[in-house]
């Protein structure tokens, strides 16, 4: 059962961000010298996901033109002898069979992925968030659909979260199954750490058989009207197994502004350009 589709929410305002994202759409802000979304498109399209599915709104266009041809930009790198740059632009309409889905209101990710649903032509699929940078020995989706192929049901990604992190994601209760895999028994949308059952968190990564669709319709609106994909998942836990995998690797939560600097440091760090010079800038502001 092999999955070739990803669906991508990136309709979001990008609040947390602005005033960089009144104008800029908070998935195209550069960690480094590329967009945090192309991140997550590299990951997708390196786990084998060959169409991606982007659902945005409708003034964040610059998403599309990243992913689409310039050819006045093309010709202009052509010109100069840029060939280095003129490959790293041609290849990014190469990545994958591009579709813009619209949402044209933004009422939660459950909502998000059942904008998606025409685009998985009842195919299993996988989600990923644009805020969510993973840089993993085996990229982080394909170490989910190994699991995936092996039980065939739907997988989230899990991570250990500290005290903080219970307000910021849905926290599960879960059965140990093996190393790293997990039976999922329960869980609970930012439930701060009075009621959250364990440390593992759902982080940003899922692989969806398409009765998720089904168990969103049925999905109450939460706060602030959103439908949120952790009630969802709750919902199909009434009816079939879903499992969790503690992924091998690390990651940044680029939706926040540390998180983001994090990301822009590491990923700094990791290039040989950079890596003396910043490091010795980070030793003398310390």
């Not at 989230?156 to 500290?162: N, Q, S, T, W």
Request: glycine share 8%; aromatic share 8%; with cysteine.
């Amino acid at each position: 059962m092999r999955v070739r589709k990803a669906i991508i929410p990136a309709a979001g305002f990008g609040t947390r961000f602005l005033p960089a994202t009144k104008a800029v759409p908070k998935e195209m802000l550069a960690v480094v010298d590329k967009p945090m979304i192309q991140y997550v498109v590299e990951e997708a399209t390196a786990s084998g996901i060959e169409q991606i599915g982007i659902v945005t709104s409708s003034w964040k266009t610059a998403i599309e033109k990243h992913f689409g041809r310039s050819e006045e930009l093309e010709n202009f790198l052509k010109e100069k002898g840029n060939i280095e740059s003129l490959r790293e632009v041609e290849n990014l309409k190469r990545l994958a069979n591009m579709t813009t889905i619209d949402q044209p209101a933004q009422r939660g990710l459950g909502h998000a992925v059942l904008m998606g649903k025409k685009f998985t032509g009842g195919e299993p699929f996988a989600v990923l968030n644009p805020d969510t940078i993973y840089d993993c020995p085996v990229p982080c989706l394909k170490q989910l659909l190994n699991v995936f192929e092996e039980k065939k049901a739907t997988v989230v990604v899990l991570g250990r979260i500290d005290v903080e992190g219970t307000h910021k994601h849905g926290v599960v209760k879960a059965k140990q199954i093996s190393e790293r895999v997990f039976e999922l028994l329960d869980m609970v949308e930012k439930p701060g750490p009075e009621r959250a059952f364990s440390d593992l968190a759902i982080l940003g990564r899922y692989v969806f058989m398409p009765d998720i669709f089904e168990a969103i319709k049925k999905t109450p609106p939460g706060e602030g009207g959103e439908i949120q994909i952790t009630d969802a998942l709750r919902i199909l836990l009434d009816s079939r197994p879903v499992y969790g995998l503690l992924f091998e690797g690390r990651r940044y939560d680029a939706g926040d502004k540390f998180g983001f600097l994090e990301a822009a440091i590491n990923f700094a760090l990791k290039r040989p350009e950079f890596r003396d010079k910043l490091k010795d800038l980070l030793k003398a502001l310390s």
